[in-house]
């Protein structure tokens, strides 16, 4: 926990009144930048204050480096050790805290990823705050909008916490460029805090095709697919005549056509392309939460009824198992 002395600076009127300072967490795998991470340090820019990075795992140096070529940021703070670089919010919350207390930000900025989504309520909680999800506007240094009810309904909150924890939604604010800056990179304080969870392996999906999350363009299939072996014969090729990414609905993840990292919607991915595609899905709210905020949307459904096409912008009415690998042939023809 902050210690009283800690809490009691905090909430003085000096501290209150002492210029906007924001800290933006930004992710790493395997030492590469993750750059829809520096979405955090667009939504910083929002405030108007100072902005830092922050940077935390094993060889860290380039990703720190990189980090630094971000216009506004004006310091990097880089913390070199192995046990950060997975992002295990037991490790990496406790680390955060401390360097949040040393920078004294008013605002820590991370991405509503897993891993910010992990992180950001245990930092919340450490610093006993109250930690604010998955903003999509900044209004002003203590206003923020965020949708509640799966999209249903958008929230303004204020907060009146001395430093504002949030998690940003990355396609409400683009990805900063790492270009024209200058920041300096400075080591972190690392508390080491012996942790009883330790990173044992991991079971990744590897795919050649465009990551789901950042795509320009997304082809999504649901349960109108009836089978994995039909949504691989029928949306895989659509997805590479387009250069797209693939998602799913819920229902097709939970019958096992698609791997559950392709689930679009409230309980999987929010995406936000120019062109998303739906294929045999029906358009269910819980779904709808993931991908209206796509530019173009396009549905193919053999119900003219279907919720689907009360969003979508071009519709066909018709039986995906004709209509799709039509479209891929004029599409591999093009
Ligand atoms: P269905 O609703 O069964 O629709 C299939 C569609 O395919 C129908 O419209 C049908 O007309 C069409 N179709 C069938 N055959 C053909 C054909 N031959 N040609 C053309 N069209 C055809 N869902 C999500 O997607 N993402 C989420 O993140 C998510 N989170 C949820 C969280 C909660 C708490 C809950 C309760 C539900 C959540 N759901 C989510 C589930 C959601 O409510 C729906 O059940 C789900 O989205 C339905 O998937 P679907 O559209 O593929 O299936």
């Known amino acids: 926990l902050i210690d009283t002395a800690a809490r009691a600076s905090l909430r003085s009127p000096a501290a209150l009144h002492r210029l906007l300072s924001a800290l933006a ?9 993750n750059s829809g991470s520096l979405s955090a340090i667009t939504a910083a820019q929002k405030l108007g204050g100072s902005i830092h990075a922050f940077v935390a795992g094993s060889s860290i140096k380039a990703v720190a480096e990189e980090a630094a070529k971000v216009e506004g940021v004006e310091k ?3 913390v070199e050790n192995g046990a950060y670089d997975k992002g295990l919010p037991e490790n990496y919350a406790p680390l955060l805290v401390e360097n949040i207390k040393k920078g004294g930000y008013t605002h820590v900025i991370a991405g509503h990823t897993a891993f910010g989504k992990n992180l950001m309520p245990r930092v919340a909680a450490l610093l ?15 206003t923020f909008v965020r949708p509640i009810y799966a999209g249903n309904a958008i929230a303004t909150v204020e907060s009146s916490d001395v430093i504002k924890v949030l998690t940003i939604r990355g396609t409400a604010f683009p990805t900063a460029a790492t270009a024209g800056g200058t920041a300096a990179v400075e080591d972190g304080v690392d508390p080491k805090v012996d942790s009883p969870t330790e990173w044992i392996s991991e079971d ?8 789901l999350a950042t795509a320009g363009k997304v082809v999504s299939g649901g349960r109108g697919l009836r089978s994995k072996e039909e949504f691989d014969r029928i949306m895989l090729p659509l997805a590479d005549a387009l250069g797209a990414a693939v998602g799913a609905s819920r229902a097709a993840v939970d019958s096992g056509y698609a ?4 689930q679009v919607g409230q309980t ?18 819980q779904h709808l939460a993931g991908m209206k905020d796509s530019k173009v949307i396009a549905a193919i459904n053999k119900d003219a009824d279907a919720p689907i ?3 979508a912008d071009v519709g066909l009415v018709g039986d995906l198992f004709d209509k799709v690998p039509e479209i891929t042939e004029k599409l591999s023809k093009a």
């Open 259 to 262: 791997d559950n990292s392709l």
């Open 204 to 211: 990744l999906a590897k795919s050649d095709r465009p990551d």
């Open 128 to 142: 006993d705050l109250q930690q604010i999800s998955d903003v999509t506007s900044i209004e002003n240094e203590k």
């Open 25 to 33: 967490v930004l992710e790493q795998r395997d030492g590469k930048l």
């Open 268 to 285: 999987g991915k929010v995406v936000a392309p120019q062109l998303y595609m739906a294929v045999g899905i029906s358009g269910a709210i």
């Open 309 to 311: 096409f009360q969003v």
């Open 76 to 78: 990097v703070i880089a």
